[in-house]
């Protein structure tokens, strides 16, 4: 059940995925499938015994935590539900930011000093918060050229779309999760000889259409915004 007393705020906490994920792939994911709501300053995922099937995205604003908080709930992520509340605790980097931040050791001792405390005035047990890490997924932004596409040279427009300037570690479920979300779509297509370039394809062009304006110049990772056309057939 997801926890109703929590307050609305920048870091939102998921469970219920899937373990069989490599680390590394499932934070690209999450960045791929949430940055649509917003800047994303920093997403944790663990694999220790007790944190597998969980992460932290943590959003640059509470707007934002709180659409994907809304529109994701129970999205099938890798063929399991997204089970997501708001995170129990403020994010390092969000602490650093409003100049709440309070180092490791130092939060460590304040709160044993506060259980003491409580334990003394037999207080309720508290809950253990959920702990996020920072090490921040963002870069400096590089400009990007299209290279060789230029409006002489761009096709018709039809039914597949052509995907230039991706990471080489993109995968065909990244891009999955991101054009699906659109009506119409079919498949995506990678190459294994040209990383960095994909086909997906759609029922109409009208929907292929749809699907280019809402995603171009997309960051599947901070320096790389997506180029989006129509393939040449």
């Not at 300053?41 to 604003?61: I, N, S």
Request: aromatic share 10%.
């Amino acid at each position: 059940m997801l926890t109703a007393d929590i307050p609305p705020n920048q870091s939102i906490y998921i469970k219920n995925l899937n373990e069989k994920i490599k680390k590394e792939e499932l934070k690209r994911s999450l960045y791929c499938l949430f940055s649509q709501y917003g800047r994303i300053l920093d997403v944790v995922a663990l694999k220790t015994p007790k944190l597998r099937g969980q992460a932290w995205v943590v959003f640059d604003e509470l707007t934002a935590a709180s659409n994907a908080f809304r529109q994701m709930q129970n999205f099938p992520f890798y063929d399991k539900p997204m089970r997501i509340q708001y995170a129990k605790t403020k994010s390092d980097c969000i602490a650093k930011n409003d100049g709440s931040f309070v180092p490791r050791e130092k939060k460590k001792k304040q709160e044993e000093k506060a259980e003491r405390k409580r334990r003394a005035e037999e207080a309720q047990p508290s809950a253990m918060p959920n702990g996020t890490g920072s090490q921040s997924n963002g870069g400096p932004k590089a400009p990007f050229h299209h290279g060789n596409v230029n409006a002489q040279e761009q096709a018709a427009p039809n039914n597949i779309l052509f995907i230039q300037n991706l990471p080489h570690e993109t995968t065909s479920m990244m891009l999955q999760l991101l054009f699906e979300q659109y009506p119409g779509f079919r498949e995506v297509r990678m190459i294994e000889a040209k990383p960095g370039i994909a086909f997906v394809e759609y029922e109409d062009e009208e929907q292929s259409s749809t699907a280019m304006q809402n995603l171009q110049g997309f960051k599947i990772a901070p320096q790389y915004p997506m180029a989006i056309t129509f393939a040449k057939k």
